[in-house]
């Protein structure tokens, strides 16, 4: 009889077993977002040229393709209502710095 019992908690303990690996999620190692992004930015450093001026370049370079900010905005997600407000507010920023950049040309003359 106490091979019975054995045996038979050990039967429930091995359906148990499979019965929740069954139903579990399967881990998905690749499922996080993707923030890689198609980089082609090149700086060819001349003969004599310090470093730090190559880098100064590169970096001006990676502002003005919009790399960063791209993988800023990919960081967390960002539903279409943020976007959007993000976005308003961007364009709301950029009219003010051409409105002031206007000034000061209108100025300069």
């Known amino acids: 009889m106490a091979k019975f019992n054995f045996l038979l908690s050990l039967l429930v303990a091995a359906l148990v077993a ?3 690996n069954a139903f579990a999620p399967k881990p998905t190692f690749g499922a996080r977002p993707s ?4 980089v082609n930015i090149k700086v060819n450093v001349g003969d004599g040229e310090p470093i730090e001026s190559a880098l ?3 970096k001006r370079e990676v502002n003005k393709s919009g790399h960063l ?3 800023r905005h990919k960081r967390y997600f960002e539903n279409s209502q943020e976007r959007k407000k993000r976005k308003v507010k961007e364009a709301r920023m950029r009219i003010k710095f051409e409105r002031m950049q206007r000034r000061r040309m ?3 003359t």
């Open 18 to 20: 499979i019965s929740t």
């Open 69 to 71: 900010m791209e993988l």
């Open 56 to 58: 100064r370049r590169f």
């Open 106 to 108: 209108a100025n300069r």
């Open 35 to 38: 923030t890689e992004l198609a």
